[in-house]
């Protein structure tokens, strides 16, 4: 924990020292498991709360709400995929299925009868967090003795 609230201060020191500016904050009382840049100034978390319940949570540019469920099971890394336009997301219901939500906020369910997604291939296959993007950055800031994490948004200068 020490190592990461170190780490978070020397990002910040760096970000400043090169111009980077603070453009927005997402404070959760939870912790944040899992942050996907959307490519446009946005991000989808993936927040545990003490019971173990899963919400994803898809920010717009400005750090406000845009989309947000909560999961039926606890993955490990629910958020597959995050752009602009689209969110995919892992969930265990009856069986593994994909979750695509469009920039609108419509839910499409991908499953079969017969089949599973595997969420061990996912993993292989894709980044468990991406917080970069061409207009900045996303940091973390981890409050020693809190159970929450605040999301910040850095713009490049």
């Known amino acids: 924990m020490i190592t990461r609230v170190v780490l978070f201060l020397l990002l910040g020191a760096a970000a400043l020292a ?10 959760s009382s939870n912790e944040i498991s899992q942050v ?3 490519g446009k100034g946005g991000c989808a978390l993936a927040v ?11 920010l717009d540019k400005k750090g406000e709400v845009f989309f947000q469920t909560v999961l039926t099971n606890n993955v490990r890394r629910p958020i597959v995929y995050c752009a602009n336009k689209q969110l995919m997301l892992h969930d265990e219901r009856e069986r593994s299925v994909i979750l695509i939500v469009d920039n609108k906020g419509r839910v499409t369910t ?28 996303f940091g973390f800031l981890f409050a020693p003795g809190n159970t929450g994490n605040t999301v910040i948004r850095y713009k490049n200068n």
């Open 18 to 27: 090169s111009g980077m500016t603070e453009q927005w904050r997402y404070e």
């Open 48 to 58: 545990v709360d003490t019971n173990d319940v899963q919400t994803v949570i898809w």
């Open 110 to 137: 991908l499953d079969s009868a017969d089949k599973d997604v595997q969420d061990p291939f996912l993993n292989m296959m894709l980044p468990e967090n991406v917080t970069v993007d061409k207009k900045g950055f």
């Open 36 to 38: 996907y840049a959307d």
